[in-house]
């Protein structure tokens, strides 16, 4: 019988292709085979022992980042246009939130391109003085958006908790604030870039970000400061607001209903929600908030920690999803800050009715901060 064509075929020439990869995988070869000469000094002979990763976890991280930057670069866009743009949401309060819309959309439109161009390419391309930049400004825009929900958590806190007697946020006083932030987390995330820590690729070799393997204390006092700066503090502050916030809304209910009672009425209010209290809403966004902060930046602080007291081993696979969960933050924060104020969605349904998830005028009773501190300015009788 004769052989009329030695062509495998393209189901056989991908298996081929894909026993390459396998043995690659049990062969002598290391995730940093494909790193560029120049980059090596960078490298922590850590990342040594590890083997290539599996090419569809690049695609995959590609993938993923993609999405979250499509989401996220729309969403804080629309945040960002809409409140800048509409009158009645030019207040000083709101500023903040544009701030924090603003440094996510920076985040995911600087950040998610040049990983992506990584993740095809397997390996860091862009040469060592653009590690060093991409992992300055992702830190950058992670520590702005951090305070800046801090900030958003005070000012809710001074409306909410201390009433009338509470100094009313200007506009001069609402840029002041946003000025600090950057400035503060600017003097944090440039320590490293003039000798204080070091900015390295991380273990995937796709991306960069803080060198949490060396031993020296000038790295590792670097990680354990910056971690209380950007992640202790601000997150302590966050929960000690709400905590008061949720509890001074409690106080105004229990105090609305015993005015009540006394006034032989169902109801102070004249259209209090049967299901739905200020209380309840309050405590859902407040928990809402905290959770998704946690979710954010607990995964990568687990992966800098790990590396500086040594308590486990950190492939290159963990590193992936640490960066992955970071910048996922910049995805929901316009869900939480933006998409829940009535007014924003006011305005984008009137400027994207396609997009916009406009409420009934029953169910549209106010933004968590404006319906709580509406709550604070209901004086009972006497």
Not at 325 to 348: C, D, E, M, Q, T
Not at 358 to 378: I, R
């Amino acid at each position: 019988m004769a052989i009329t064509s030695l062509d495998p075929g393209p189901g056989v020439a991908a298996m081929q292709s894909f026993e390459g990869h396998a043995e690659a995988y049990g062969s002598n070869q290391t995730v940093i085979d494909k790193v560029l000469p120049e980059m090596l000094h960078l490298i922590d002979p850590h990342w040594y022992q590890f083997p290539p990763l599996n090419p569809l976890w690049h695609g995959l991280l590609g993938f993923t980042i993609g999405c979250l930057a499509f989401i996220s670069i729309t969403g804080n866009g629309m945040v960002v246009y809409i409140f800048s743009t509409t009158k009645s949401l030019k207040t000083p309060s709101n500023l903040l939130v544009v701030n924090l819309a603003f440094s996510d959309f920076l985040m995911m439109a600087m950040m998610a391109p040049p990983m992506i161009v990584n993740c095809y390419n397997e390996t860091w391309v862009f040469g060592p003085t653009a590690c060093q930049f991409y992992a300055c400004f992702g830190s950058l825009y992670g520590c702005v958006s951090i305070w800046t929900m801090t900030a958003i958590a005070f000012d809710r806190y001074n409306v909410i908790v201390k009433g009338i007697a509470a100094k009313p946020l200007t506009i001069n006083g609402a840029l002041l604030r946003i000025l600090g932030v950057w400035l503060f987390s600017l003097g944090w995330t440039v320590a490293p870039i003039f000798g204080w820590g070091r900015y390295v690729p991380e273990g995937n070799m796709t991306a960069c970000g803080t060198d949490y393997l060396s031993k020296d204390w000038i790295s590792r006092s670097y990680i354990i400061l910056y971690a209380v700066a950007c992640y202790f503090l601000p997150l302590f502050l966050i929960v000690y607001s709400y905590w008061f916030i949720v509890q001074a809304v409690a106080a105004h209910e229990r105090a609305m209903r015993e005015q009540a009672k006394k006034m032989n009425v169902a109801s102070l209010r004249s259209s209090e929600q049967a299901n739905t209290s200020a209380e309840c809403k309050l405590a859902k966004v407040a928990l809402m908030t905290i959770s998704l902060w946690f979710m954010a930046w607990t995964p990568y602080l687990v992966i800098n920690f790990a590396g500086v007291f040594e308590t486990s081993p950190i492939s290159p696979l963990s590193t992936i999803w640490g960066s992955v969960f970071a910048k996922a933050n910049a995805v929901y924060n316009p869900i939480v800050y933006g998409i829940s104020h009535p007014k924003y969605r006011a305005a984008l349904y009137q400027r994207f009715p396609a997009l916009a998830c406009q409420p009934s005028p029953a169910e549209d009773t106010g933004s968590v901060a404006s319906a709580a501190t509406a709550c604070t300015e209901e004086k009972p009788s006497a």
